[in-house]
């Protein structure tokens, strides 16, 4: 095998962050007895993407991020709510309750895990992420987990990547490839690090070929065809 180590993204590669950021959005509400809506949830989700994308690149800091969503969300959807600290750290919690893959995920990661060390990449929060793969049995496929949230660094930063190549055993970068859905996140980072990428892609949006990407897939386990084949 071309490959023995795998750098995989969490969210949109392993959960359904949607579907986990729908259900975790709604219980936060209505805890606080918030109207939810879908039309709430769309403007939730909009708002926390453009924030995710200046985390990415240092615009804010993840305590910011926290906040301004939903300082934000009140302002576009509720007349007023002063509780905005509670309703974060609420929400967070509620997002840690969330565990819900996407389809196949499960059977990937296991089929993946006979053939390759699986190390998770994530800029997610910390009581997010490691309450998320708790509710799973994923842990017993994945080697660790590398959070943003503790390390103090994210993604696409050469610095995040630099502090797991130091930490994981393979040392030849040529045997790592780094998985995930992001081009601004994933793909960029890996190559900044001077790793191989593959872009999962499972709408198949993304035009190949592409310059942050060596490989494309629609399917987890079709980076054994690229070990295989050599290409895809």
């Not at 969490?10 to 950021?21: G, H, L, R, V």
């Not at 509780?83 to 089929?111: C, M, N, R, W």
């Amino acid at each position: 095998m071309r490959y023995t180590t795998l750098l995989m993204d969490a969210d949109d590669t392993i959960f359904d962050f949607p579907q986990c950021e729908y259900h975790a959005l709604k219980n936060t509400l209505e805890y606080y007895d918030l109207a939810f809506s879908k039309e709430v949830y769309h403007k939730f989700s909009g708002i926390n993407a453009k924030l995710w994308k200046k985390f990415e690149v240092n615009e804010i800091t993840r305590s910011e991020l926290r906040i301004q969503r939903f300082r934000e969300l009140i302002e576009k959807c509720f007349d007023s709510f002063e509780k905005v600290e509670k309703l974060a750290d609420t929400y967070v919690e509620k997002l840690s309750e969330q565990a819900i893959l996407l389809d196949g995920a499960y059977e990937a990661v296991e089929e993946l895990s006979k053939h390759y060390r699986i190390y998770i990449i994530t800029n997610g929060l910390k009581p997010v992420q490691r309450g998320r793969f708790a509710r799973t049995e994923l842990t017993k496929f994945i080697q660790k987990l590398y959070i943003s949230d503790e390390m103090n660094v994210q993604k696409p930063s050469k610095a995040f990547f630099d502090h797991v190549l130091n930490d994981i055993p393979e040392k030849d970068k040529s045997r790592i490839l780094v998985v995930g859905d992001s081009l601004t996140s994933d793909m960029q980072g890996g190559k900044n690090a001077g790793l191989a990428t593959c872009l999962y892609d499972p709408k198949n949006k993304t035009a190949m070929p592409h310059e942050l990407c060596d490989y494309k897939i629609t399917k987890l386990t079709d980076i054994l065809k690229i070990d295989s084949e050599g290409s895809l």
